[in-house]
């Protein structure tokens, strides 16, 4: 009798450890979180950032389209996202932080959803208010939803560009992370399993 | 007992449901914007402003200052959830909880014969797997957080969120289509298992609470500890049971026994035994109250 309650035990926990597994699957190529810290310049390979906050962790971020999970590529292949909760001041002045994904093709619409603690101009992409050293924008979530029209989605490369995080004040590029999406043959190094605040 | 019986008894209830639905998600989100109100947080609140999974992951994943920071309002109130359920039973899940509410509304309101629907008669089964659950999600929350096992694992916490995907349909039923624009596979397997799966084929519609909600199982715990102190409680009367079983048809938490005593780890002080069957109660104390 004890047997049931011990197999139905150690089967739910196989199943959450599998669901574990299946999320860092997962975290690789769908909704990707990732850490933003400025002034961390061109990251062109995984750095830590340190300074006035705590270390960050930043790396270029490539997206295999083609790893996404089965449901994912069933129900909505043309659609991917990017997410960040972390926008962190490392260095030794406040910024009023901007930021600007680039080299979007015209043709790939890309949804903004901002939800902040500091005031956000949807229009120009742009905290309100200045961001101190050693701080971060409180209560963050950003997704940038990608509608990737059909006929890309047997490029290679399908979006080869990066986001921009700029000074508002000077129009200084502080920090660029280069994003990629691309069929097979790659992943990300980004934080894994979609992680939250 | 009709549907129309079941929807008087437990009006109180089904009410409290849809005051939680105002008090925790968005657009209304009541009681998180009156607590961002005073703390001047100028963030627009939403269902997962108070996830009420994330401190259990956090703590356990060592990564405390999340709980001492900027989200510090979000573990007290997970933490004040366990609490109370000491001395109130885990009346947050069955009587406030929002995800809860509406898989067991859905289930509730969609008429599936009960042959077609999964019930666990056997409460030691139902219990240790949902204590399952509990374990792994543990031991994935700090392996990750811990980075021990993080190439290999990532969070269940958010991958598989029930509250973003309540969040997304109510913003989109509120006018913000865009919220449910994306979907991510994690997102798609929480919606089957929550609202399909755990809601519409699951007796109670409770799926998603037994065995994928840590909060709700703490809650259990605490609640176990509670009734053994003489917290609010339900009991059983065996002297005015007929043994018709009817009890443990109405208990969405499978918390009934075969003896029909009560499971405290499943049961959720929700009432609906009491308002189905005369033997049992709610009482507080160390006897049975007579009335």
Redesign the interface.
Known sequence: MKTKYILGFVLVIAITLSLGAYSATLGKSELVHFWVAVPAGNVTAPMVLRGAGPPISMSPIVIDLQSRGVLKNLLQPQLEGLSTHWIYNLGKKPVKVKLNLANVPPDIAVDWEVNSGFEFDAATHTFKTPLYPGGSVPNLGIDWVFHIPAYYMDEPVIYDGGLEVIDADTGAVLTFIPIKFVNGAASSSATQGGSCH | MNAKETLIRNRWRYISFVVGFFLFVAPFALFTRAVYLIVG????P?L??V?FR?PIDWIFGGRF??IFG??WF?AAFVFGVIISSIFLGAAFCGWLCPVGAVSEAISRAVPIPNKFRLRIR?T??TM??????L???I??AA??GYKLA???????????CASSVLQNFASALFGDL?AI??????A??SLLFWLVIGGLFMSGGRGWCL?FCPLGAFSGLAHKLGARLGFYRIEHKPESCNGCNKCQDVCPMWAIKEDHNIERTLCVNCKECVHACDAYKLIRGRKIADS
């Open positions: 947080n100028t963030a627009e939403t997962h402003s996830c994330m200052y999340s900027s989200s979000m056997d030691k089964l240790s797997m949902r204590y399952g659950f374990v792994g999600f031991a994935v392996l990750v993080s190439d290999q694992l990532g969070s269940i916490c958010c991958r598989y865009s624009e994306y979907w991510q596979s994690g798609i397997i065995f």
